[in-house]
């Protein structure tokens, strides 16, 4: 097991467009998280599952927003009509004892 | 709410001179703290979390519920201790909603 995996790990797209990023949690983890993370700032939660379910997602979080882990495993988030205030670092982690161990991120820019 | 704040983004310290890095927090409760670190270029990672009561590379940290504070400590720091330092906040057992704060920048200068 290599940990945690993001793909891809960098998107450029045009304000407008949709992205999905995907993670790859450690295979015996039941939870996977996802933050966003902007310069000069730490990660700022998203939302989380235990295994397929959604416990909890961010109020701050617009409804362009979603996250799903259809069979408890990998974990896909989807930002629709995307603005420029979207391009951050969006790291996932995932977790079995309360530690998080993350992935290396995917970076967003949007134009 | 849970809240995590750290009130320095940067903080300069000479290589063997103490290291306190702050983190106040707010909880309805009984939280789970801990320290995440990033070193440059790698990912973020636990440092350390206040049930294990481990020192880690030398560091320390006590939660004081009086002061609702966690803050990390190093009576001597070495230059590999240059990086982001997090303090993050959780339910109890850690298996809950993970806040973040907006981290400390730590220098150490040689």
């Known amino acids: 097991d290599t940990g945690v995996s993001q793909d891809p790990r960098h998107k450029i797209t045009k304000r407008g467009q949709n992205v999905t990023f995907r993670c790859d949690p450690i295979?015996?983890?039941?939870?996977l998280y996802w933050y966003r993370q902007t310069l000069g700032q730490g990660p700022e939660f998203l939302t989380y599952f235990q295994n397929e379910a959604q416990l909890e997602k961010s109020r701050l979080l617009s409804d362009r927003f979603s996250a799903e882990r259809p069979k408890g495993s990998f974990s896909t988030l989807e930002i629709q009509r995307t603005e420029q205030g979207d391009s951050a670092m969006y790291l996932c982690?995932?977790?079995?004892?309360?530690?998080?161990?993350f992935g290396e991120g995917s970076r967003l820019t949007v134009l | 709410a849970q809240r995590v704040t750290q009130p320095e983004k940067l903080l300069s310290v000479f290589k063997g001179a103490p290291v306190e890095l702050k983190c106040n927090y707010s909880y309805s409760g009984s939280p789970e703290l801990f320290w995440y670190v990033q070193y440059s270029r790698q990912r973020l990672q636990l440092l350390l979390r206040?049930?294990s009561r481990e020192s880690i590379k030398g560091f320390t940290a006590d939660l004081n519920k009086g002061e609702t504070s966690f803050h990390l400590k190093k009576p001597f720091a070495q230059e590999e201790d240059s990086a982001m330092y997090y303090c993050?906040?959780?339910?109890?057992?850690?298996?809950?909603?993970?806040?973040f704060g907006i981290g400390t920048k730590l220098q150490v200068i040689p």
């Open positions: 295979s015996e983890h039941n939870r």
């Open positions: 982690a995932s977790s079995s004892t309360g530690e998080l161990f």
């Open positions: 993050a906040l959780s339910g109890p057992g850690g298996y809950q909603k993970v806040t």
């Open positions: 206040h049930i």
